[in-house]
């Protein structure tokens, strides 16, 4: 019963590397989605896909980048961290496509960015 | 703008208390109303409120909506230590993909 699992559980980056988060759910849900969550200020959508072979911009896209691999995978990535981009990232899926399905969330990833 | 406030932002309460958590909203083309629990981890769903006045309830948790008043309230009655979490509140709107999280609450029950 894996739902989403999320990759790494935890990264400490020094400004300017770049990584890739990678998420993956076994639930085969169409939309896949990227949050960050900050103290204070709730869940913020980075991007998100729609259905494979799409992706979107969420509210806070910029400094990130997307790939929708195939159905399952969905990956983030900082091509030039940021200290600003410190954070706990998470993936969500949804079933159906649009807004009438709640998300399923990964266990989050605690990025540091120093 | 859409936004979503919740109140307060956090709440500590002894075992057995009952609780209300509240969650205003501003979605433009608004569809529902989610609520989520967050423990150590990845939120949870709780429930999705789409009609005004319709009590959605789940053991010792319930939750309504008020389209007029742009609201919802979350309740939890004879609450328990697990029950200490941050729980989220989000909008949702019609036909697009985006869902707009309240800061949460974070509630602590001592026991």
């Known amino acids: 019963n894996a739902g989403v699992t999320q990759t790494p559980k935890f990264q400490v980056l020094k400004t300017g590397q770049s990584m890739t988060l990678q998420c993956a759910q076994d639930?085969?849900?169409?939309?896949m989605y990227w949050y960050r969550q900050d103290p204070g200020m709730g869940l913020r959508l980075i991007y998100y896909s729609a259905s494979e072979g799409t992706t979107d911009k969420g509210e806070v896209p910029n400094g990130y980048n997307v790939s929708r691999l195939n159905k399952r995978e969905f990956s983030l990535r900082l091509e030039s961290a940021a200290p600003s981009q410190t954070s706990v990232y998470f993936c969500a899926s949804s079933e159906l496509t649009g807004d009438n399905s709640p998300l399923h969330f990964g266990n989050g990833t605690r990025l540091t960015v120093t | 703008e859409d936004k979503v406030v919740q109140s307060p932002l956090s709440l500590v309460v002894h075992e057995g208390d009952t609780v209300t958590l509240n969650c205003s909203y501003e979605?433009?083309?608004?569809?529902?109303l989610l609520w989520y629990k967050q423990e150590k981890k990845a939120p949870t769903f709780l429930f999705m409120l789409?009609?005004?006045?319709i009590e959605k309830k789940s053991g010792r948790l319930s939750s309504i909506l008020d389209k007029k008043e742009l609201s919802s309230i979350l309740n939890i009655t004879a609450t328990q230590t697990g029950d200490s979490a941050i729980y989220l509140c989000?909008?949702?709107?019609?036909?697009?993909?985006?869902?707009?999280f309240g800061a949460g609450t974070r509630l602590f029950v001592k026991a």
């Open positions: 789409t009609s005004s006045g």
């Open positions: 979605v433009t083309n608004f569809r529902s």
């Open positions: 989000a909008g949702t709107n019609t036909g697009g993909f985006k869902t707009i």
């Open positions: 639930m085969n849900h169409n939309s």
